[in-house]
Structure formats: structure tokens, C-alpha cells
């Protein structure tokens, strides 16, 4: 239900603007990314001379893992290589363009992937970007309309069966088609291999990002577009991917703190996505040396403490008949079938104390409600057919179970 997205590479080096910095440098010509690398680097100065001050010194995977695993999260997926074509593992197919031959001269990949698997029961996952911006292969194809197909055949494909056979991730999260069909990419022989015949074909899942037209209508789980969240109940396991900073997946030194998700605003996607039968993955971007910036790892620690006190309303969860209360805005329901619990969680905690609900139909003598991290049961009316009204306990601040959302556990409501 929650993971954690790592966008990390040589776009960490300027963390200027946004990780498509090579882009919108080279490419668009941007001013702000102009004007960055006219003020501040030497003339002639190349997006690969980045490369070796991507460093990492600071990079201990231990400790990303243990803060990773007080996020609460149950699964993690690193960038292994994003659009600039930077392998984080000691790729054979990105000669001198990869993390153990330029920059930290270290297996970044495999330096985390030990680490969550010893420390951690994250499940471990792995991005990969089919396309990549000024790959001239890539070029070459696009220019021949993808009737040729070198790019695919040369380095993206053997990358992809590179990083399954060497490091057996759970998860792989493919994105950038760079506007070319899956047949291009040769998108179905690779999955079918994958669940098939691949190390991990008893436990992989992926997504829906396997070529143009395939987002949102093939794959595994659909990601559909970034920062998805319908706000209603579809027919197929989907995932809302989403960045801390509102501005960018990769770290950027020009943020102000007004650009990151405060915690209420990271629960409250939580809770939304999950009683829509999505799953959340929230990203953070570390820094060039390796650091996962202390707002980042305070906002996932948050999410952790919340999930110690709510998490048996979100792990393990089904949608329940309703998605959100009718009656009070900011109340989104889950459903635990293990237990046979509905959970309603509030966003806000009415002054009056009192808590309407317009959904659950509840039985006198019979339906029981409780507030998570709280031990006596809460007294409630019911309201004719439908809906009931709650008294929640008088609390102090220092005595509430939680900040920022609270549940109510009801056993025996229809």
C-alpha cells in the first residue's frame, strides 16, 4: 500500500530545476538552466562532465535503509537509470556512463539492494528508463520512424535482463517509451520472459509503461500519469506515484520549504489513494553525496509514526462499498477483511466532538467502535437506516493517539 520512490543520479549533481536538467539545458534551452550554467560553470562545460562530481561520499546504504523502514514502507523503488542514460549499477551496455566507472566508483545498486534485503522486509524494487534523451541509437531509430531497433537491442533490453539476473528486484518500474511502440521495444518477450522464466517470476510485479499507448491499459499495476489520484474507486489495481517537493523528483538545492508536502497533506494522499484501492508511492530525491535530505527523512519518519498507530487501517486493506463518507467531507473508509472492519478515518477532528457518519449502517447491541490507539470503546446513536454519530473521547493534545488523522475501527456494520 505505501512505498518509497528514490530518484537519484547524475541530475543530482546541478540539483538545479528539476531532474530533466540535461533536457531542459541542451534541449529546450530553458533560461533559468541557461543562465545556471553560464553564471556558475566555465564555458564548454558538458552535462558529462557532471559524471565524476556525482560522488556519494556520504552514501551509507544502512542508514537509508533504516529510514526507509521507519517510514513504514513496504517496498522501495530506486532510479537505477533514469533518461540521461547513468546506470547506478556497473552496467556492461553504458560504457564509462555508469556509477562504478564514473563518479563514486561504487555499485550503487547492489550496495542498497543488500542493505534493504538485510536490514528491512521492504520488497526491493528498481526504475528503469527505456528511452534515453541523446543516446544517438535512440536518435537514430526515432529519426528512422523505429523501423530500426539498435537502441533496444544494444542497450536498453540487455540492460533490463542485466539488472533482473544480477540484482532480482520485485518490482520493476519501467517509464519513458520516448513516443516509441512496445514492439519497438520489444516489451512483450520481455515480460513474458520475466514471468516466465526470470529469477523473480514467482514474485515480480510491474507496471503499465512498456511503450506508447500501453500507460493506463496494459501492464501489472497502472501508474496512468504522475501524481494520479482519482478520488474514486477503479476496477484495477493502479499506483499514485508522487514527489515530496511539488516541483521535482530529483533533489533540487533551490527549493524553498513552502515546495514540500507538509505531513497532513502526505497522509491525507495516503489515506485517499488507499481507500480507492490504490497504492502510494512517495518519492524523495538524495543529494549528489549521498544524503537523503533531513526534510525528506523527517516528512517519511512522520508517515511512520502515523502508520504505527493507523496501519491496520491501510495495510492489507480492501476498498470498502464506500470510498468517503457523505455526510462529512475529509472521512475516507478502508476495509479489513482479516478482522471484518470497516475503518473510518477522519482528517479533521470536529470541535464539537461529536462525529457524523452517513455511510456505515450500524446494529444496536451489535456494532462496536473504537478509535485506533485508544483502549475504551466510543459510545454512538445510529441514524435511522443509514449513518450513526459518534462521540469521540475528550482528549488532551498530549493523550490523542496521533496527529494529523485519526481512525475508528467498527466491527459488525453492514
Partial sequence: KFGVFIHWGVFSVPSFGSEWFWWYWQKEKREPYVKFMDTNYPPGFSYEDFGPLFTAEF?????WADILKASGAKYVVLTSKHHEGFTLWGSKYSWNWNAVDVGPKRDLVSELATSVRNRTDLHFGLYHSLFEWFNPLFLEDATNAFKTRKFPTSKSLPELYEIVTKYQPEIIWSDGDGNAPDTYWNSTGFLAW?????PVRDTVVTNDRWGAGSICA?????????RYNPGHLLPHKWENCMTIDR???????????QDYLAIEDLVKQLVETVSCGGNLLMNIGPTHDGRIAVVFEERLRQVGAWLKVNGEAIYRTKP???QNDTVTPGVWYTFSPEEGKVNAIFLNWPISGILELGEPQAKVGETQVKLAGYKELLKWVALGEKGMVIALPQLTPQQLPCQWGWTLQMTDVN
Fill in 59 to 63: 552514501f551509507d546504504p544502512n542508514q
Fill in 194 to 198: 520475466l514471468y516466465n522464466d526470470s
Fill in 218 to 226: 496494459h501492464g501489472g499495476f497502472y501508474t496512468c500519469s504522475d
Fill in 247 to 257: 516541483g521535482s523528483w530529483g533533489y533540487r538545492r533551490d527549493a524553498r520549504l
Fill in 320 to 322: 470498502w462499498r464506500a
